[in-house]
């Protein structure tokens, strides 16, 4: 079985803080892990996907098989960074996602 | 290009009805996807369709359940009859056949069950 675990609801930081959003999966195979957003009021679109290894909007996250994890991070944040965040996994051969319960970061000024 | 999109993005029936949710994925791409996020739960995937055949549907909840994509365009969702923990947001995504880079979203139809 497959499982994404956030383990905060809740992430609040200031204007300029470095950010890191935790992501624990579980999965006996090699997985393909994406974190999503949806910012207020917008649907969920695509942040980044471990395989491309990019940078989008300053966030960054490395898969990290030996500990299973897959963090989100930004070493600055913008208030508009504000928004849910979730971490989400596809096995080997499917395309479903297994999804984790999303942490809601709060920028403030 | 156009977006996924889904309709109605509202939709407050009682339990025992039925409701229909479309989805309309981005032309040309053959993959299409329904998942749910009922009260304080995480986002579940039901089902997966290539074109019109159903590729995985190990999400589906129970028989009240029907998932269609007849012709390989949009597809709809039917819930008959709704019951109370039917309530939530059902969103549909999409996805080109090569590659797969994660999916395009749409906006999602809150369900709410009296």
């Known amino acids: 079985a497959q499982r994404v675990t956030q383990p905060e609801k809740l992430l609040s930081v200031f204007k300029g803080a470095p950010v890191e959003l935790k992501c624990n999966y579980s999965?006996?195979?090699?997985?393909?892990l994406f974190w999503y957003v949806q910012y207020s009021r917008q649907r969920l679109q695509l942040l980044l996907r471990?395989?491309s290894r990019e940078s989008i909007k300053g966030f960054t996250a490395d898969l990290n098989k030996g500990e299973t994890s897959f963090h989100l991070k930004k070493p600055f944040a913008q208030e508009e960074d504000s928004a849910m965040y979730y971490c989400?996994?596809?096995?080997?051969?499917?395309?479903?996602?297994?999804f984790g319960s999303g942490t809601r970061l709060q920028v403030q000024p | 290009e156009a977006g996924v999109t889904q309709f109605p993005s509202h939709s407050v029936i009682e339990k025992g009805q039925t409701v229909t949710l479309r989805c309309d994925p981005i032309?040309?791409?053959?993959?299409l996807y329904w998942y749910r996020r009922v009260m304080g739960k995480e986002i579940k995937f039901l089902l997966h369709?290539?074109?019109?055949?159903?590729?995985?549907e190990s999400g589906m909840p129970n028989n009240r359940f029907l998932a269609e994509r007849t012709g390989g365009t949009y597809s709809t969702l039917k819930v008959q009859p709704a019951e109370l923990e039917d309530s939530g947001v059902y969103f549909c995504?999409?996805?080109?056949?090569?590659?797969?880079?994660?999916?395009?979203f749409g906006s999602g139809t809150r369900l709410t069950v009296v």
């Open positions: 995504a999409s996805s080109p056949t090569k590659g797969f880079y994660g999916y395009t």
């Open positions: 999965y006996s195979g090699s997985p393909e």
């Open positions: 471990h395989i």
């Open positions: 989400a996994l596809s096995g080997t051969g499917r395309r479903a996602l297994t």
């Open positions: 032309s040309g791409h053959d993959n």
């Open positions: 369709f290539v074109k019109e055949s159903k590729q995985d």
